[in-house]
């Protein structure tokens, strides 16, 4: 593995050696001294251009645990702003030798494109509605931790999945992992041709909920949305939101998720968000021993030319 | 010593058994009481093996202390792998199990076990990985085999044979929890 820049490219082994990894590595996050020597000298590079509060610091967290020299670049204030361009930037890090580019980017397809620019590793951290890889690795990790495992675990994805790359990337891997996804969204918030996707589908959350063992809740991403999807959000929330009222649908055991940052309100309700049943602040650490896994598989060993 | 009963090893490869069960077993026994004498009871060792063999020795120990001392003697693994020297020399290696018995180690006799001991770069990387974890008062190693050719100011406290060996030969230590019998090899590559 050199890039990691589409969950679709985890095969079951790479993806449960990720799991495995981590799994250990949580152990680290317990102990005093939570620092590894392993990326003594390896230099990562954050290249954040969208706004990205938990994924950049979790990122800097995992490579600053794993001793690596982190740079961190936001499009804000930088050559960027006066219109650089990608491959340039790109070309710029290159020449200050970083051995990883970890990037977020507006534009699906960036980290691609990045990959054949630059001679590290390019690690995905959220590409427009493309693909958000160590997002759907941290949730698996997140269920298999609660739950004991993920073959044969039912997961309900729902809300705007047109505009999520959480949600693709959480298709791709669990599919491989061997869990069952269906996701549920108004018609609206679906994308095209969603019926090639490896999963089901349905509009109808009620009718879903009794039989999930995990529900992961998605922001609506108003940001991106440029058409009237929904009437109203408060349409939205009575039909798609999960409330009080939905959560007793749930069997005991099921878990609640959310990638963050919450609409409290709007898919979610508070009282749901801070229930024992949700994991959603447990991912927030997840995360970063999911990234270190991930960097340390990426960067922890020979990389390039560094064999004989 | 009968080839037959040797587990195969790679074509053209000469295997000889160094150490057969009975032997095993009677060199941990010798290495349990050696420790209960240098400690004086053992009262705060702590056992730590080196995955994967290193641990299951650490376990076979404990028992042995235990059946002696009729007390239970706290054990566990540590693992190397994110403090070794030849990481960029391959691809990036599976982790083993970490696994840190509930009293810790600070204040504790940490006795290192390992099962063969060779250019002592392992139990450097132990030595980094235990300063992580706590302050032991004071560290010891054991190993089952010692082979010699030392590359760095390290030996062993307990040792279950030493084996004096050529650099190029290979020991290999099977034991019945992960290999299906106990035995220690010495697999001298065959001319080809």
Redesign the interface.
């Known amino acids: 593995m050199k890039h990691l820049i589409s969950a679709g490219d985890l095969g079951r082994d790479d993806a449960l050696?990720i799991l495995?990894?981590a799994e250990?590595?949580a152990?680290v996050s317990e102990?005093s001294?939570k620092?590894?020597?392993?990326l003594r000298g390896r230099t990562v590079v954050n290249l954040f251009f969208e706004d990205s509060t938990r994924t950049r610091i979790s990122f800097e967290a995992a490579a600053k645990r794993?001793s690596a020299d982190v740079i961190n670049f936001s499009a804000k204030g930088s050559s960027v702003s006066k219109g650089e361009s990608l491959k340039d930037t790109a070309l710029t890090l290159e020449a200050m030798g970083a051995d990883a580019v970890v990037i977020r980017h507006s534009a699906s397809g960036a980290p691609h494109r990045l990959a054949n620019w630059v001679r590290g590793s390019v690690v995905n951290a959220g590409d427009g509605t493309h693909e958000h890889p160590t997002q759907a690795l941290l949730d698996a990790f997140s269920m298999r931790r609660r739950l004991g495992r993920l073959e044969g675990l039912k997961v309900a994805v729902v809300g705007d999945i047109l505009h999520s790359r959480v949600a693709r990337s959480n298709v791709l891997l669990l599919a491989s992992l061997g869990a069952e996804v269906t996701l549920v969204a108004p018609p609206t918030l679906l994308p095209v041709a969603v019926e090639n996707w490896p999963c089901l589908v349905s509009y109808d959350l009620d009718a879903v909920l009794p039989k999930s063992d995990v529900v992961m809740m998605l922001r609506v991403q108003l940001e991106r949305q440029n058409a009237a999807f929904f009437p109203s959000a408060r349409e939205y929330s009575r039909r798609y939101g999960l409330d009080r009222d939905r959560f007793a649908k749930l069997h005991d055991d099921a878990i609640v998720m959310h990638p963050g940052p919450m609409n409290r309100g709007m898919e979610i309700s508070a009282e749901v968000a801070d229930s024992p049943r949700s994991t959603i602040v447990e991912q927030v650490a997840n995360g970063v021993t999911v990234r270190m896994a991930v960097l340390?598989?990426?960067?922890?060993?020979?990389?390039g030319g560094?064999?004989q | 010593m009968s080839d037959a009963q040797n587990p195969p090893v790679s074509g053209g490869d000469l295997a000889r058994a160094v150490l057969e069960g009975p032997d095993i077993h009677r060199a941990l026994t010798r290495i349990a009481h050696e420790i209960l004498e240098r400690t004086k009871g053992a009262q705060s060792v702590v056992l730590l093996g080196i995955p994967t063999r290193g641990a299951t020795l650490a376990r076979r120990l404990a028992e042995r202390v235990a059946q002696f001392e009729g007390r239970k003697i706290p054990v566990g693994a540590v693992d190397i792998t994110m403090y070794r020297d030849d990481l960029r020399l391959k691809p990036a290696r599976p982790l083993g199990h970490t696994d840190l018995p509930p009293g810790g180690i600070d204040d504790k006799i940490v006795v290192l076990v390992d099962d063969v001991l060779f250019s002592g770069r392992t139990v450097r990387a132990a030595l980094d990985a235990l300063n992580d974890l706590g302050r032991p008062r004071a560290v010891q190693l054991a190993t089952l085999v010692d082979r010699g050719h030392r590359e760095l100011p390290i030996r062993a406290d307990y040792v279950g044979k030493n084996l004096p060996t050529a650099k190029s030969e290979k020991v290999r230590v099977f034991l019945e929890e992960t290999d299906g019998r106990d035995a220690v090899l010495l697999v001298r590559e065959g001319e080809r």
């Open positions: 050696l495995d990894t250990e590595l152990r102990r001294i620092k590894l020597p392993t794993l340390y598989l990426l960067l922890g060993g020979a990389i560094e064999v």
